[in-house]
Structure formats: structure tokens, C-alpha cells
């Protein structure tokens, strides 16, 4: 069974900087591409990063530049990296290995 569990979340103010992790279980990352998406409130589900089996990272063009997604193949654990944070970057932030597998999602919150 596929478990993926997110944490690093919290409140940071504007200009912050945080690091999500994603923890994966019962499958190995190294073979699957792992995904970052981010929920606002009254905001449709959006991609924000991905990170390919091989390991290349795509990015959305409203965090190219700020945000760095990487992994520890070790671990099994996958992370996003986000700088230079703003309000609209106040979401909540879930990890997916297509197309089903999706953690539970943690809170980030930028303040102005």
C-alpha cells in the first residue's frame, strides 16, 4: 500500500522560507515521479512542481526561480523547497504519485 505524508508547513512571513517533505512508503520514488500541488482556499487544486523518476524537475511558472523540488532516494522522501515566499503562496500543500496516491496534504501560511 502507497503512503505519502507531507509535513513542514507552518506560518513563515513574506519573504520566508520553508522546506515540505514528503515521505513515501511502500513504493520505491527512485521509479515513480512524485508530484506537488497546492490548494488555496476558494482556489481550485494547482501543480506546482514535479519530480521525474530520473530525477529532472518542472516547475509552475508562478514558482520557477523560488521553488526547488529534490529527493533523498535514500530516505524514500521527496522535498520542496520554497523561497522568497508571498501571500499567494498560502495554501495547502499536497504530494501525489500518479495517478491516485495522494498524502494528506500540510498548511502553509505567508503573512504580509
Known amino acids: 500500500q502507497v503512503q505519502l505524508v507531507e509535513s513542514g508547513g507552518g506560518k513563515v512571513q513574506h519573504g520566508g522560507s520553508l522546506r515540505l517533505s514528503c515521505v513515501v512508503s511502500?513504493?520505491?520514488?527512485?521509479?515513480?515521479?512524485v508530484v506537488w500541488h497546492r490548494q488555496a482556499p476558494g482556489k481550485q487544486r494547482e501543480f506546482v512542481a514535479t519530480?521525474?523518476?530520473?530525477?529532472?524537475?518542472t516547475y509552475a511558472d508562478s514558482v520557477k526561480g523560488r521553488f526547488t523540488v529534490s529527493r533523498d532516494n535514500t530516505e524514500n522522501i521527496v522535498y520542496l523547497q520554497m523561497n522568497s515566499l508571498t501571500a499567494e503562496d498560502t495554501a495547502v500543500y499536497y504530494c501525489?504519485?500518479?495517478?491516485?496516491?495522494w498524502g494528506q496534504g500540510t498548511q502553509v501560511t505567508v503573512s504580509s
Open positions: 501525489r504519485i500518479p495517478p491516485n496516491d
Open positions: 511502500g513504493t520505491d520514488i527512485t521509479r515513480n515521479p
Open positions: 519530480i521525474t523518476s530520473g530525477g529532472t524537475a
